[in-house]
């Protein structure tokens, strides 16, 4: 199993549609992540699961729902998105600092999300 | 404003070629990561500073965190197409308790054979 992974790679879906993204960690870390990558930006945190606490940033949309099951396990779910909204959504983890570790992320591979 | 600001933008450079990115800011950084990307995968973490002044090597490609630890940079020794990717500098961002990290827009590097 590699460290991210991360499904499905690729989603086109309307802007009435709802969809969710799924992210799985094999690495025994602590914290998880969602981060946007759009082609103009630099990559954007969306979203911090750490040692049971949830820290979002007050810029997304309520159209983006986390959820975080475990520490293994990461969802985004999507409804009424809009076509601003396509970009790559990236998950990562790592282990969080207040554990010992240095907040190194190790990413997936990412879901190319496309809204029409 | 960008918390970190990276340069160039844009670079393309003949295999074989040295050269240098940036990565600055005004804000002080307890540490600093670098990341690597390449075209429909994510980022990948190349090495972490954390002592103003350090000096990291990774193989051909040397990371220097400034003294002031404001700033970083890379330098690749005799490019190699395998080094073209999207090159990101990323600081520690501390929401109150659990971290996540703060990325530059990144220095898009080719080197053509």
């Known amino acids: 199993e590699t460290g991210v992974t991360q499904t499905p790679r690729h989603l086109v879906m309307g802007m009435t549609n709802k969809k969710s993204l799924k992210c799985e960690q094999h690495?025994?870390?602590?914290?998880m992540y969602w981060y946007k990558q759009s082609a103009k930006k630099p990559l954007e945190l969306m979203f911090v699961?750490?040692?049971?606490?949830?820290?979002e940033n007050n810029s997304v949309p309520s159209r983006f729902s986390p959820e975080c099951p475990n520490s293994s396990h990461l969802f985004l779910h999507l409804h009424t998105l809009q076509p601003e909204d396509s970009a790559l959504y990236l998950c990562?983890?790592?282990?969080?600092?207040?554990?010992?570790?240095?907040?190194?992320?190790?990413f997936g591979q990412g879901t190319r999300l496309t809204v029409v | 404003t960008q918390l970190l600001e990276q340069s160039p933008q844009f670079l393309s450079i003949q295999e074989g070629e040295n050269l240098t990115v940036y990565c600055n800011s005004s804000?002080?950084?307890?540490?600093l990561q670098w990341y690597r990307q390449e075209p429909g995968e994510g980022p990948v973490l190349l090495v972490t500073?954390?002592?103003?002044?350090e000096v990291k090597k990774l193989k051909r490609l040397t990371f220097q965190f400034g003294d002031a630890r404001k700033d970083s940079s890379l330098h690749i020794t005799a490019a190699q197409p395998g080094d073209t990717g999207l090159y990101l500098c990323?600081?520690?961002?501390?929401?109150?308790?659990?971290?996540?990290?703060?990325f530059g827009k990144g220095t898009h590097l080719i080197i053509q054979p």
């Open positions: 690495l025994g870390h602590n914290a």
């Open positions: 990323a600081v520690i961002y501390s929401g109150g308790g659990a971290d996540g990290l703060t």
């Open positions: 699961y750490s040692l049971e606490e949830r820290v």
């Open positions: 500073v954390v002592t103003g002044g």
């Open positions: 990562a983890s790592s282990q969080d600092r207040r554990t010992g570790g240095l907040t190194e992320a190790f």
């Open positions: 804000s002080v950084f307890s540490s």
